[in-house]
């Protein structure tokens, strides 16, 4: 089963949630889908760290 972030919602859902447009994911578990908007901040700041 994969889990996704819903942005409408701000929670954790199923496959069966909102649109895909309206989620991030999937993850691999629930509670990595809970930590998506932390793990998006954390590789946002890797990423523009290796455009220095």
């Known amino acids: 089963m994969s889990w996704y972030y819903c942005l409408v919602h701000q929670k954790v859902e199923s496959e069966e949630g909102c649109a895909n447009a309206e989620r991030m994911g999937p993850y691999a578990t629930e509670a990595e889908a809970g930590h998506a908007l ?4 954390e590789r946002n700041e890797a990423f523009d760290a290796d455009e220095d």
């Open 38 to 41: 932390e793990l998006a901040k």
